[in-house]
């Protein structure tokens, strides 16, 4: 699934940035904490395999809060409070949505249980994910920050953020996979420059939503990891407790930062839809991928016109189609201008690869391929897995005409009689680690 491109909605004196991605029958309004950038966000895979996921059943309306990321306007706390609730309004109206449900983690679940109690009729209900009502402590709230804390808090913010050091704090269970902290300190630069943050972590503090939890009416589900050092587990159990009707899910984490695990999206199915995909259910094979993209594919319908474009990517489909069952591999789906297919044998994928650039040639179409071979998850829905990820960008780098494959791929078709040629080490953007790639010559 391609995620939709970065859209602005006027709202007040701010320009929100949203994007649209799915369609299914229900909608659903996500936001995440105040280290967000609409784009960067998905370019690591998992999240990237989230938002998709959300998006096989529902229309998703995914955006910056106000002063994040890509989105404009004020940090102040009064001005977010009058603003909040407005923007999120301001994005529905523009994606045409009446209704939806919000998923928020972090800061935005303030203003997601903002815009339920105020608008109740435009939230069907609220998924809220590490979330609190305060998040200082007072007498009567346990749970905060207590105020001596309050500018060490600060100060080591200001003076660690884009580092990805905090990363060890709102994510110990991601801080030692390659590349994550390297993404973490891109992420927060990209949200905000560490005078902002600061400032919005002192908003954060002042604010004190408690009074509107008795006025929200909406089925809601909290979602907390039990360790979270951050936002320790109390602030979630009060919202559950306060909040009338809604459900505690606790989840055995110490992550602050969204989960990657696999029930998360399925809690948020079943409150959305009221079904739920049985997640278990989902197979977990070793496959070869393959991607194949028509090279400048925006050009050529651009240059060549409507006809001649449906016309060559028509040939390429049948070529591929083709290819893939010669080759006894299973066309997962058309991507609009390719396609992406698996196989159990790399050296049959590699052969079907080059079957089809020969095949696009002779309609005078050069196409590039990208192949990896790892874990991959097979769900009713679509395929989905770090190694899907991999293969596209890999075939994103490949040259015009070029098959590109990973190490692994090369390595298991040793004695196959294919020949390689090295294209030296890279950095797939969002995939942790450098990867040596190589080139089909034979």
Same mark, same amino acid.
């Given at each position: ?5 970065? #859209? ?33 966000? *998905? ?12 998006? $096989? ?10 002063? !994040? ?7 102040? /706390?009064? /001005? ?18 009446? #209704? ?8 935005? /679940? ?17 998924? +809220? ?54 993404? &973490? ?16 972590? #002192? ?9 509107? +939890?008795?006025?929200?009416? !909406? ?29 505690? @899910? ?21 409150? !959305? ?25 925006? #050009? ?17 489909? $049948? ?45 005078? @179409? ?36 070029? !098959?590109?494959?990973?190490? *692994? ?25 450098? &990867? ?7």
């Amino acid at each position: 699934m391609a995620l939709a491109r970065t #859209q602005y909605v006027r709202s007040g004196d701010a320009d929100i940035a949203y994007r649209v991605i799915g369609e299914g029958a229900h909608d659903i309004v996500l936001a995440f904490d105040f280290a967000s950038h609409l784009e960067e966000i *998905t370019e690591l895979p998992e999240l990237r395999e989230f938002v998709e996921g959300l998006g $096989r059943f529902a229309r998703v309306l995914l955006f910056d809060m106000r002063g !994040v990321g890509m989105s404009g306007g004020v940090t102040s /706390a009064s /001005a977010a409070l009058e603003s909040w609730m407005d923007d999120a309004v301001a994005v529905m109206d523009a994606a045409g949505s009446r #209704q939806a449900t919000f998923v928020a983690q972090g800061q935005a /679940a303030l203003m997601a249980m903002m815009t339920a109690a105020a608008y109740p009729d435009r939230v069907a209900s609220l998924v +809220l994910i590490n979330a609190w009502a305060r998040f200082a402590r007072a007498d009567d709230y346990p749970f905060g920050v207590p105020e001596e804390v309050h500018e060490p808090l600060l100060r080591a913010l200001e003076e660690q953020w884009g580092t990805g050091t905090d990363l060890a704090i709102v994510g110990p269970s991601l801080v030692d996979r390659p590349g994550l902290r390297e993404w &973490w300190g891109r992420l927060e630069r990209y949200s905000a420059p560490p005078g902002v943050a600061r400032a919005r972590m #002192q908003a954060t503090l002042d604010l004190d939503v408690r009074g509107f +939890l008795p006025l929200i009416r !909406v089925p809601t589900l909290v979602i907390h990891s039990r360790d979270n050092a951050l936002v320790r587990i109390g602030h979630g159990r009060y919202l559950a407790e306060s909040i009338p009707g809604a459900t505690l @899910v606790e989840l055995d984490s110490a992550d602050h930062v969204l989960s990657f695990d696999l029930d998360i999206r399925g809690l948020i199915e079943e409150r !959305v839809t009221g079904v739920r995909t049985d997640v278990a259910a989902a197979d977990r094979v070793l496959a070869t991928v393959l991607f194949v993209d028509i090279v400048g594919s925006t #050009q050529h319908a651009s240059e060549a016109g409507d006809e001649s474009w449906r016309a060559a990517l028509g040939h390429v489909e $049948r070529v591929a189609e083709d290819a893939i069952r010669l080759h006894e591999g299973t066309l997962e789906r058309h991507t609009g201008d390719g396609a992406l297919a698996t196989f159990d044998g790399p050296a049959r994928a590699i052969r079907c690869a080059l079957r089809i650039g020969d095949g696009a040639r002779r309609g005078a @179409v050069d196409v590039r391929c990208g192949l990896h071979a790892g874990e991959v998850i097979r769900r009713p829905e679509g395929l989905a897995g770090l190694a899907v990820h991999i293969g596209a960008r890999i075939c994103d780098l490949a040259a015009p005409g070029e !098959v590109l494959v990973t190490r *692994t791929v090369r390595d298991l078709v040793a004695g196959s009689g294919i020949a390689f040629e090295d294209r030296g080490e890279h950095e797939l953007k969002g995939v942790p680690d450098t &990867w040596a790639l190589y080139a089909v010559t034979g």
